[in-house]
């Protein structure tokens, strides 16, 4: 291995080879979050016994201030006093935690960080908790004085200021915490900026708003001289300069980091090159434009090679891989996950020319393919777009492409990757876009309950069946024990075929899918369970699940579950001569008070097919319906509710065109080839049956 890739496979995330599922994103999350209230309940119980002292100092800006024919703070209420002591303590044992919340905020991000970047604990906690409390001293002794000054300077033989200490708190302890927060700017802006999601143009391009912003807030809270009004001004917009300086820095580091690995690439290609091809593969074919050989060195397969099978030849290629696929599937699309600068910048007619002279220029052997929940703005660059079983049948008929960019959720662009042949190249634009439903199912807990569905049913034969929204590992689990995958549009087909072949399904991740195609085939509620894996023998008994002819994993589609009866009841009240259509993904009672459901494709036959000046309420993601309204003028479309897919929103016109301007060389999409095996096997079954 080279010292390049060394360095980077040193610079992986800390995710153990495989992501943290989202709920237990949200279980990490709410640990952490216990743990910083409780540290701040024993600050608070700690400051309480310094409350009086704490008083005197919050209350001397406004003593200091006050004119000396105004009186004292108030309170109005018997137990004013008392709650505001408890208040008090409350800001005080806030501060007392900070470095605690700072940890324990820091140490949730940390998983996803490089090995150099979870070194910075330490300074992290340490900067953000002085920058918090130099923020709080800037608003005590400037910003609080001046404006206190400023509004008490209004009272006149009208107007006499009476202040409650209550008032008086809130607007003291909230300029402390603003200003506290301010001055962790450029802090914020150094993980935005690492994120991916603010830029030192950004902050550049919006300098002058932010001078006349900051300097009107200026002139509001201070008196009327310039010196007093840059006194406050001028560290806020000192900050923002320090925040533009450090979004710099860091997209600097990220451009070398992308350079970085591309080399690394590139080293790794030569030496595959250099061991599985002959010289006459290194030739170049006059079908090829010059600009591909340029940007890799892939070269064709030796005769040798073609004489083998194909399974073996994959072996081969596999084995000499497998070292490089695997860093490049963690640590390279970890890197590259930032998008450079320059395509932030671009302008969306410049995105979008750039985007069709790649096209043109590689013609045939570049094809995109486009996810009807894709925006519009994608739609239109894709050369096919399908739901997800339309496209991974098109992806295994692709021979002339060399390359496949796969506009959807990352499940798919897998899939598309196990369909097409080893000598194609499969791309994802935005390796973050994934589908909760599909890390509903892992790998561990379905390994887990197939044992201990195997060790109850004996002598009874159990066949695993997966939604096409399904991790690789969990069709690669299906194909290993003689199952397959399905999708929402062949779903009753797979069902009956699994019968054929054994007792029992057990049915991945997708419980509402699983019900409504129970329900297609006539299969009694009676006659299948639901499989909780965070419980006991999934929340069954086993006397429930010996007779169960269908167990369902307990799963679901945030976009189709967002649809409810009320829905579905309000519009028919709404368009009582309206039809409506709804994805199998939806609840059991959302479906059965429908007129029809169906797969994404078949509700777009639905559409196009219905009468003229129909009206069709439409309950699947946003973006598809708001198309099928427009492509449609002869009818009336309207969503059953707006239900946005935000992964499938990541795909923008910025990484695809980054995608495909540097084609082969950034978001390849890899999968272990012992997975890739037993899933093709999967979805190979799944095309068969759809014949």
Request: glycine share 6%; hydrophobic share 40%; aromatic share 8%.
């Amino acid at each position: 291995m080279s010292d390049n890739q060394e360095k980077n496979k040193q610079e992986e995330p800390e995710t153990n080879g495989k992501e943290m599922p989202f709920l237990d994103h949200l279980e990490e999350l709410r640990w952490r979050l216990i743990k910083s209230i409780i540290s701040i309940l024993i600050g608070t119980i700690i400051m309480y016994a310094f409350a009086d002292y704490l008083m005197k100092i919050l209350v001397a800006p406004y003593n200091k201030a006050r004119p000396e024919d105004v009186g004292g703070l108030i309170f109005l209420e018997p137990t004013g006093g008392f709650m505001i002591y408890l208040e008090i303590a409350l800001f005080g044992g806030i501060i007392l935690s900070l470095p605690v919340i700072f940890y324990q905020l820091w140490r949730f991000v940390v998983p996803g960080l490089y090995q150099t970047e979870r070194k910075w604990t330490v300074g992290v906690i340490t900067i953000s908790t002085i920058s918090f409390f130099i923020g709080t001293l800037f608003a005590y002794f400037v910003i609080i004085p001046l404006g206190l000054t400023f509004l008490l300077g209004f009272k006149s033989d009208i107007l006499s200021p009476s202040l409650t200490v209550q008032k008086y708190l809130t607007f003291m302890l909230t300029l402390l915490l603003v200003s506290g927060l301010i001055f962790e700017l450029p802090l914020v802006s150094f993980f935005l900026t690492r994120m991916g999601l603010l830029s030192a143009q950004f902050l550049r391009s919006k300098r002058r708003y932010s001078i006349v912003i900051v300097l009107i807030i200026a002139a509001i809270l201070t008196p009327p001289d310039v010196i007093t009004q840059l006194l406050l001004a001028g560290p806020i917009l000192i900050l923002y300069e320090i925040s533009i300086l450090v979004s710099a820095a860091v997209g600097r580091r990220a451009g070398k980091e992308e350079a970085d690995v591309s080399d690394v690439e590139s080293e790794t290609r030569k030496e595959q090159d250099s061991k599985s091809s002959s010289p006459q593969a290194e030739q170049k074919t006059e079908e090829e434009p010059s600009q591909i050989e340029e940007e890799t060195t892939d070269s064709e397969s030796s005769p040798e090679e073609k004489e083998q099978p194909i399974e073996e030849k994959h072996k081969t290629k596999d084995s000499n891989e497998s070292e490089s696929n695997a860093y490049k599937s963690i640590g390279t699309q970890a890197a590259l996950r930032i998008l450079p600068e320059k395509y932030k910048d671009m302008s969306v007619s410049e995105l979008n020319q750039k985007i069709i002279d790649i096209k043109k220029k590689y013609g045939p052997q570049l094809t995109i393919l486009g996810h009807h929940y894709q925006r519009d703005e994608i739609i239109d660059h894709a050369d096919i777009r399908g739901d997800s079983f339309g496209l991974s049948k098109k992806a295994s008929e692709l021979s002339e492409a060399k390359y496949i960019v796969f506009c959807g959720v990352r499940f798919m662009a897998e899939a598309a990757r196990i369909l097409a042949s080893p000598e194609q190249i499969v791309l994802h634009p935005d390796f973050d876009a994934g589908c909760p439903l599909a890390d509903f199912a892992d790998i561990e807990q379905g390994e887990k309950a197939w044992e201990t569905i195997q060790t109850i049913c004996k002598n009874v034969t159990v066949i695993p069946i997966t939604y096409m929204n399904s991790s690789s590992e969990i069709k690669a689990f299906c194909g290993r024990n003689g199952g397959l995958v399905c999708t929402s549009s062949n779903a009753p087909g797979a069902f009956q075929w699994g019968f054929e072949q054994a007792d029992k399904i057990f049915f991945f991740p997708d419980q509402h899918l699983g019900e409504n195609t129970a329900a297609k085939l006539n299969i009694p509620n009676s006659d299948y369970i639901i499989w909780d894996p965070s419980q006991e023998l999934g929340g069954n008994t086993e006397d429930a699940i010996k007779p169960a002819r269908l167990i369902l994993w307990k799963g679901h589609c945030h976009v189709h579950t967002f649809f409810t009866t009320e829905h579905v009841q309000k519009m028919r009240q709404a368009y009582p001569e309206g039809k409506i259509v709804v994805h199998p993904e939806c609840k059991k009672p959302v479906v059965d008070l429908s007129d029809a459901n169906g797969s994404t494709e078949y509700i777009i036959n639905y559409v196009q097919n219905a009468p003229f000046q129909s009206v069709i309420i439409v309950g699947t993601e946003i973006n598809l319906v708001n198309r099928l309204n427009r492509e449609n003028p002869d009818k009336t479309v309207i969503p059953l509710a707006r239900s946005l897919c935000p992964n499938m929103y990541k795909i923008n016109l910025q990484n695809l065109c980054w995608t495909l301007d540097k084609l082969g060389k950034v978001n390849e999409v890899n999968v272990a080839p012992d997975v890739m095996e037993a899933a093709r096997l999967a979805l190979t079954r799944m095309l068969e049956i759809a014949k």
